[in-house]
């Protein structure tokens, strides 16, 4: 049995932290089993790496960050390889084949923005954000102009941005005075948590993330690329030694939500051009917006037999069964608010409980809402909400 196993990564700090990530899982398993593993990372630069003065869907060509850990992979230089499976194209060289797919984290997108942001909400500046992604330039502007603070008409400034996760987050920490200057930077919240999961990473990540304020936006409205969140463990097709071992982290729910969005891609084409977001909800079913590579707009919810759910259904709101009237506070209420770091509010009309003092002492937590609705409906009243559940339920981050 193979004992020492040579792992291909690129070698952004992102990649080799979830590399790394992964090589520990493999050894921790063999162990449990008695088993002694050895991983070594070998880092491999590629394409997309090399390229950072325009954005992917200006760049010829696919595989922007496989072909060369693929021709590593087949020419046996490595064992095995480590994807963010939202890089991988569906057709696959026949001589290699997906292992497994761990476990994933959180596949919502993620806006870091400068805590000066809210001053420059208030002042009616433009709000300069970066990203390239086709996807996100669709989706993101029309949620943003209903989830930020509403002062005055907010102005969204998009600018082209490439690179790793922390020379991207390091652009909302410029000089104002510099054209690199960023107000936010749109990220997969998956990378960052895994950065933060890692000892040497998250020490430049932590100092990144001061003076910030963020947004995880809502899948049901900003569903992201297909698989995102998702790592691929590659090998080759007739090492099924390797293949045993790799295995042993596979997780099966992720594989099947991973297969669901993906076989939007299948059907319909695209890659890092594509300006739709395919993502499996909590629930089950999938979300679908964007524009299909045909043009036409597509906005869906997917049963998990992805057949469109019917759009004469009725939609039973928490106001239709039940008559909420403002109330006064009790001592031990204002008391916890007070106190509490966080906040969730669980309906849209939770807010006009609330007298000018406690809403002044709101302003100053951490917010998140029960669904979509409520967030726009605080969010038009001077509130900064950080996220939601999507209508799901508390209970619903549980599976986040």
């Given amino acids: 049995m193979k004992t020492h196993l040579k792992l291909g990564t690129r070698k952004s700090l992102l ?44 760049i010829d ?55 000066s942001v809210l001053q420059r909400l208030k002042e009616g500046a433009p709000i300069r954000i970066g990203t390239s992604s086709p996807r996100r330039l669709t989706l993101i502007p ?53 950065l933060a999961q890692d000892p040497h990473a998250s020490i430049e990540v932590s100092k990144l993330l001061k003076n910030t304020r963020l ?5 049901q409205e900003n569903p992201t690329a297909p698989a995102q969140g998702a790592l691929a463990i590659e090998t080759r097709a007739n090492e099924p030694e390797i293949i045993r071992i790799l295995t042993s982290i596979h997780d099966h729910e992720t594989a099947r939500a991973v297969q669901a969005e993906r076989q939007i891609l299948s059907d319909w084409g695209g890659g890092c051009h594509l300006k739709l977001g395919a993502s499996q909800l909590p629930s089950g079913n999938l979300s679908i917006r964007g524009q299909k590579p045909n043009g036409d707009c597509v906005n869906s919810i997917w049963g998990e037999a992805n057949h469109q759910l019917p759009e004469n259904y009725t939609k039973v709101l928490t106001s239709d069964l039940f008559d909420l009237t403002p109330a006064t506070p009790s001592p031990s209420q204002i008391e916890h608010l007070q106190k509490s770091e966080g906040v969730f509010v669980a309906h849209s009309n939770a807010h006009e409980f609330l007298n000018q003092a406690l809403r002044a002492a709101l302003s100053e937590k951490r917010i998140w809402t029960s669904g979509i609705q409520t967030w726009f409906k605080l969010a038009a009243q001077g509130e900064w909400i950080e996220g939601c559940t999507e209508g799901m339920g508390i209970k619903a981050m549980e599976n986040w």
């Fill in 61 to 115: 060509g696919k595989e922007f960050f496989t072909a060369e850990l693929d021709r590593a992979l087949l020419q046996g230089d490595v064992d095995f390889t480590v994807h963010s499976m939202k890089d991988l194209s569906i057709d696959r060289p026949t001589a290699l084949t997906i292992a497994a797919i761990p476990k994933r984290e959180l596949q919502h997108d993620i806006v870091i923005f400068h805590a």
């Fill in 142 to 194: 029309p949620f943003l102009k209903k989830a930020l603070p509403q002062f005055k008409p907010i102005q969204l400034d998009f600018r082209e941005i490439r690179g790793n996760v922390n020379t991207r987050l390091a652009r909302i920490h410029e000089a104002e005075s510099s054209d690199r200057k960023l107000d936010a930077v749109v990220l997969a919240f998956a990378g960052l948590e895994r």
């Fill in 215 to 219: 947004m995880i936006l809502p899948l």
């Fill in 15 to 58: 990649a080799w932290a979830q590399s790394s990530q992964i090589a520990q899982q493999l050894i921790d398993f063999q162990k449990s089993q008695g088993i002694t593993l050895s991983i070594e990372l070998v880092g491999i630069e590629t394409q997309g790496d090399k390229i950072l003065d325009k954005p992917l869907s200006q």
